[in-house]
């Protein structure tokens, strides 16, 4: 079991920038691929950002390339979202997620989710 917990969400305006830390506990975190997920209301889960175990390998979407910078710590067991130049369309929860299957850009095929941060972004 792995438990996940994310920080540093919060009000910003438009064209500021946020950072989110995900503290990871319990099973080892280092082996495992993770992501960053975000969901607005009436809207699907999608995935903004994912990074290999050794941080290697990263995926970002297409509407967050050269904004948001995902990276992880496995010395603190922390995964961190760098969020720059925010939009009013980046307003959702973001979740923080572990994958022990590999690395993977779709929520159905992660396994540890955290509970979730609000970010909004005003105009």
């Known amino acids: 079991q792995v438990q996940l917990v994310e920080s540093g969400g919060g009000l910003v305006q438009a064209g500021g920038s946020l950072r989110l830390s995900c503290a990871a506990s319990?099973?080892?975190?280092?082996?495992?691929?993770m992501g960053w997920f975000r969901q607005a209301p009436g809207k699907e889960r999608e995935c903004v950002a994912a990074i290999g175990w050794n941080g290697d390998s990263k995926y970002y979407a297409d509407s967050v390339k050269g904004r948001f910078t995902i990276s992880r710590d496995n010395a603190k067991n922390t995964l961190y979202l760098q969020m720059n130049s925010l939009k009013p369309e980046d307003t959702a929860v973001y979740y923080c997620?572990?994958?022990?299957?590999?690395?993977?850009?779709?929520?159905?095929?992660?396994?540890?989710w955290g509970q979730g941060t609000q970010v909004t972004v005003s105009s």
């Open positions: 997620a572990s994958s022990p299957r590999g690395f993977r850009v779709v929520a159905g095929e992660y396994e540890y």
């Open positions: 319990g099973r080892t975190f280092s082996p495992y691929p």
